[in-house]
């Protein structure tokens, strides 16, 4: 089993910025990706951003420049950092990672951008 806990989510005004994080533990002997994803009221949950065990990052076009993704393989963590937010970032962020062919999400966490 593993188990993922982020943290960072919160109230912040347009323009600003917000960083999460989401540590994982557990079982954890193949990481293919770790990732976020976001869902808004009455929509589906969307990507927002992955990073792959080779190195390679992939963000949603609607926060491409604003948002970066990063990770420390030693502390088994992904980050999210949220620059230039917009009230249209509002949703609740998930945590996801893909160990071996089983995908785990985190609890989430509510990010609003309101002013």
């Known amino acids: 089993q593993v188990q993922l806990v982020e943290s960072g989510g919160g109230l912040v005004q347009p323009g600003g910025s ?13 990481i293919n990706s770790m990732g976020w994803y976001r869902q808004a009221p009455g929509k589906q949950r969307e990507l927002v951003a992955t990073s792959t065990s080779g190195g390679r990052s992939n963000y949603a076009d609607s926060v491409k420049g604003r948002f970066t993704i990063s990770r420390d393989s030693a502390k088994i963590t992904v980050y999210l950092q949220m620059n230039s937010l917009k009230p249209e970032d509002t949703a609740v962020y998930y945590c996801n990672m893909a160990v071996g062919s089983i995908a785990y999400w985190g609890q989430g966490t509510q990010v609003t951008v309101s002013s």
């Not at 917000?18 to 193949?30: E, F, M, N, T």
């Open 18 to 30: 917000l960083k999460l994080s989401c540590a994982a533990s557990g079982s954890i002997y193949r």
